[in-house]
């Protein structure tokens, strides 16, 4: 199983990016998905998460500011996110709760971020 996280960038205060994350491999059923990031100096945190039943968590910094959607059978999300400033910078993961084929046990698996850059 892989999570392959992308969109990031350069992008000017203001400005706006739409992160996409996709998984791949032998998976049954992803029951939730997330996005989280690392700002400088600081522990990885909550940017927005959802549920296989459509439930959305959305951190408080980031309220108002995106937009969460995602494909049909839940094996990708895009984060659409507007209205930038530099406290937005860092590096941006995806992680999915998810199980393999076969299997009764969830798992979580984590992208390998993409970089987030907000200039002023």
């Known amino acids: 199983v892989q999570l392959q996280a992308s969109g990031g960038g350069l992008v000017q205060t203001g400005g706006s990016l739409r992160l996409t994350c996709t998984t791949s491999?032998?998976?049954?059923?992803?029951?939730?998905m997330a996005w989280y990031r690392q700002t400088p100096g600081n522990q990885r945190e909550l940017v927005v998460a959802?549920?296989?039943?459509?439930?959305?968590n959305v951190a408080d910094t980031m309220r108002g500011r995106l937009t969460l959607s995602r494909n049909s059978d839940m094996t990708a999300i895009y984060l659409q996110m507007n209205n930038l400033t530099p406290a937005d910078t860092g590096v941006y993961y995806c992680?999915?709760?998810?199980?393999?084929?076969?299997?009764?046990?969830?798992?979580?698996?984590w992208g390998q971020g993409t970089q987030v850059t907000v200039s002023s």
């Open positions: 959802t549920t296989r039943a459509g439930g959305t």
């Open positions: 992680n999915a709760d998810l199980n393999k084929p076969g299997g009764r046990t969830y798992s979580l698996y």
């Open positions: 491999g032998r998976i049954d059923r992803v029951r939730a």
